[in-house]
């Protein structure tokens, strides 16, 4: 069970760059091989998908990652979304790891909610889009995945967020964490942490995860 009710978590990079200044990256790479090798590590991308310049999009390059495909990025189907992931979660070869973003971390929330979590090693939770609280212009185009769930979700989690979203503000990701009893992580003043924000290989974003996934999940992440 998840133990975790929102509670601010810290993470210590140290492990992924064994104190080696400038040499984060390699070890970054190490240890994605490393949870790769235990979990099937998923992207889940939000509205539109992720275009070239986003951080999953970097992640899938460099590290190798396996990326959830829709057919309509930009008129997205509830029914639709729900059943491609199902599939890529059910032909997994190991436990799937959610590595999800905006309405994708709304997607994967609800998808754990509907269909827990016997096939999910964890979730890491970036962003997710407030469907029932923003104002953001484009909500029309997602309404029909709301609401948000309410109650603690069937695997291990982390909500990452940023302190100037647009569609997320950080107290309602503190609330959304507590509600789902994932852990609560800070991304900075990073917007919505996405293809309109320069973040590259986001490093941060990666040690974050990976930092999490060691401390959560009863895996070995060196």
Known sequence: MNLFSGRPTSFDPAWATHGLPGTAQPNIARAFHTLGQQVDLLLVPGLFGSGPDHWQSHWEQAYGLRRLHQKDWETPDPADWEA??????????????????????????????????????GAFLVAPADIDQTTHPDVALIRAFGPLPATPLPAASAVMASSNDPWLSLPRARELAGHWQSDFLEAGAAGHIGSSEPLGLWEHGATAMLDFARRRLPLRVQ
């Open 84 to 121: 491609a992931l199902t599939e890529a979660v059910e032909t997994s070869t190991r436990p799937a790891f959610l590595i999800a973003h905006s309405l994708g971390a709304v997607l994967t929330a609800k998808w754990l909610t509907r269909h827990g979590g016997r096939r999910v090693a």
